[in-house]
């Protein structure tokens, strides 16, 4: 999976899942998430994290939601990299 | 919107520390040797004592109550209104005092609109109750529902201090955590079902936690408070209030009611719970505005019952009192909802008059 494609998936989730996302065309790693840009709230980082798990067959610990991996696309994407084998 | 940071590491003891633990070290004695229905009148002396011994701060306070009120009237003076605030601060404090000395605290509470809680547990899927930032509100709302057998997870910041309602800023102290704020959440624990803190580090499993409680029609509370990932600045008064969206977005994720909780004092250790009708969602067109416009239409009722018992809002000198008036109200604001949820506020005498 490329990146612009997990940026792709990202933004289908936040539409259909969150009913958010704004201007989309905008979205790319530096668009913030939890709490700037999107502006994601704790229960929706939660929502967020079901639907990719959803999507990817992924387990997400308690121990991995840390603010510090949703602050923007691109915390998160480097956070899903090693567990989706991401290529550039 | 302006999002709220998590404060970094805190400092080990601050200024508000010494004003916390001189207040404990004078009230104490009072709490614990004199009758209740002495409380009042002896923190009245105090408060007073105050107001004349500070008077620049005083004339200051009654002047951020003017600005505040604008054209509206309350119903005493607005130099009695800065003396009763702090009076409301003063009993709350004995009252914690009082409740950890043998025997506690056994105020007289009166649990109204119970039916709406009941109601919104028959769909399964919990209850999200949000109580308010007011004078007494933090003890007593726990205690009104234990005593009728509702089991409560709270939902708390990891540290407010010892004085759930002070007018001060909100400064945790390494102190003020591990010292003073157990008082208080140590008392307020006997009446939950459990407290789920949110962590320093800003780790968001608590949220799970939470939600989990809802699947499983449980009853989660949360203060109205500035204190969040997302927070709004809503009209208030002739200012802005902050408040963060943490409970209509977990009501929201978890499709469970989101009712508002209200506390008045009724008397010397007489207190009512309100909890009123769920506030219903809307179809707006996106997530973030149908939260936004929940947030809205709380504080539209909030404002009301500030209105009401101006006495016992803990927010008067942190509100926000600048340019910014209400039609500037964000574009979430759904008018036609708020004033129906205005209309809606729980006229406490008619609800008591049906209960009894």
């Known amino acids: 999976m ?11 989730i936040l539409r259909e899942r969150l009913a958010l996302g704004g201007d ?40 991995d939601l840390l603010p510090d991996h ?4 691109g915390t998160l994407l480097r956070f899903l990299e090693p567990r989706l084998q991401v290529t550039a | 919107m302006r999002p709220t940071d998590f ?15 001189m207040t404990i070290s004078v009230l104490t004695p009072i709490a614990w040797l004199a009758p209740e229905r002495a409380w009042l009148p002896l923190g009245h002396v105090l408060s007073l004592a105050i107001a004349y ?39 709350e404090r004995l009252q914690i005092l009082r409740a950890q000395k043998p025997g506690g605290w056994r105020p007289r509470l009166r649990l109204l609109g119970r039916e709406h809680l009941d109601a919104a547990l028959t769909h399964g899927r919990g209850a999200v109750l949000w109580t308010p930032p007011v004078s007494y509100a933090d003890l007593v709302t726990k205690m009104a529902l234990h005593e009728v057998g509702v089991a409560v997870s709270h939902v ?33 624990d006997r009446y939950l079902r459990e407290r789920i803190a949110l962590p320093r580090d800003g780790s968001l499993a608590y949220a799970r936690r939470v939600e989990r409680r809802l699947r499983e029609n449980g009853v989660v509370s949360i203060r109205a408070g500035e204190i969040g990932h997302r927070a709004l600045d809503l009209p208030f008064l002739e200012g802005r ?12 994720a978890a499709s469970a009611a989101l009712l508002p909780v209200f506390t008045t004092r009724t008397g010397p250790g007489r207190f009512d719970v309100v909890i009123e009708p769920a506030l219903e969602s809307i179809a707006a067109a996106s997530r973030h505005a149908t939260v936004d416009d929940l947030t809205l239409r709380y504080t539209r009722l909030l404002e009301r019952y500030v209105l009401r018992h101006p006495e016992i809002w803990s927010g008067w000198y942190t509100m926000q009192l600048d340019d910014a008036r209400r039609d500037a109200a964000p574009a979430a604001a759904v008018s036609r909802h708020a004033r129906r949820d205005a209309r809606a506020v729980t006229d406490v005498a008619k609800l008591a008059a049906g209960s009894q």
Do not use: H, K
Request: proline share 6%; charged share 20%.
């Open chain 1, 2 to 12: 490329t990146p612009e494609a997990l940026i792709a998936a990202l933004r289908a």
């Open chain 1, 24 to 63: 989309e065309g905008a979205l790319d790693t530096d668009t913030g998430l939890l709490g700037a840009g999107i502006g994601l709230d704790s229960f929706e980082v939660l929502q967020l994290v079901a639907a990719l798990e959803e999507r990817f067959g992924l387990t997400i610990d308690d121990d």
């Open chain 1, 70 to 73: 949703f602050r923007t696309v």
């Open chain 2, 7 to 21: 404060p970094p590491r805190a400092p080990l003891f601050s200024r508000t520390d010494v004003f916390e633990v």
């Open chain 2, 53 to 91: 011994a500070w008077p620049a701060v005083t004339r200051a306070r009654v002047a951020t109550l003017a600005r505040a009120l604008g054209p509206r009237r309350v119903e005493c003076a607005l130099g009695a209104l800065r003396v009763a605030i702090m009076d409301g601060y003063m009993e």
């Open chain 2, 156 to 188: 708390s910041a990891f540290s407010r201090g010892f004085s759930p309602n002070s007018c001060l800023a909100w400064n945790p102290t390494r102190f003020g955590t591990t010292v003073l704020s157990p008082l208080r959440t140590r008392i307020e």
């Open chain 2, 241 to 252: 209030v902050r408040l963060a969206t943490g409970a209509p977005s977990l009501a929201l």
